[in-house]
């Protein structure tokens, strides 16, 4: 047994070790073919840095009214045949001029706009603040339309003349006034015969 053990020592073959490359990443070979890994394309695509507080407040805000958007009414066609509201079965009274009352507001500048809040029959104002015209033909639809005012120290008076009565008399507005912080601060409406006028006190402290 012993000799045994001697002579299967002495017939061992000489090793040499084996050398163990450095392992290569899949994803460093360009050559897709080899190998089990499979090239995924990344469905995590870098984004740049977008801050979007700043560039949400930095968009200008734009109070000018004349959006290129059209009013309703518009296309308004009224037919130059059809008088007074006599023949429409209105009435026959004749509404003279109306204050509307004052209101105080500290602000830069207030809005303005006004509607027919009955029938949409084509009623049309000037409106003028302190003298000064400042839309001379506003055809009242039954959406909202209207100007900004800027506010002067004192009394600001704003005047709204019918230019006529439609097609039913008389002519027919419900008025809303905004501060310019777009806070409803007035309504009221009117009642006016062609060449009657509407008045408002804004005073600014």
């Not at 079965?89 to 006004?114: A, T």
């Not at 006529?164 to 409406?189: R, W």
């Amino acid at each position: 047994m012993l000799s045994f053990i001697a002579t299967a020592q002495t017939d061992l073959p000489n090793t040499t070790p084996l050398e163990i490359g450095t392992i290569t990443n899949p994803n460093d070979n360009n050559n897709t073919s080899q190998g089990a890994a499979l090239n995924i394309p990344s469905v995590i695509d870098l984004k740049p840095n977008v801050n979007l507080r700043d560039s949400l407040t930095n968009i200008p805000v734009n109070m000018n009214l004349n959006n290129g958007l059209l009013q309703a009414g518009h296309d308004l066609k009224l037919d130059p045949k059809v008088g007074r509201s006599e023949k429409q079965g209105g009435s026959s009274e004749r509404f003279g001029d109306q204050y509307l009352g004052d209101i105080k507001n500290d602000g830069k500048f207030v809005g303005i706009v006004c509607r027919d809040h009955e029938y949409v029959d084509g009623d049309r104002v000037k409106i003028s603040v302190n003298g000064t015209v400042i839309d001379y033909n506003v055809l009242l639809t039954g959406s909202f339309k209207g100007v900004n005012v800027d506010l002067e120290k004192g009394f600001n008076r704003l005047d709204f003349e019918a230019l006529n009565e439609g097609s039913s008399s008389p002519n027919t507005a419900q008025i809303n006034v905004y501060d310019d912080k777009g806070e409803l601060i007035y309504a009221n409406k009117w009642l006016l015969s062609e060449g009657s006028v509407a008045t408002l006190i804004i005073t600014k402290e």
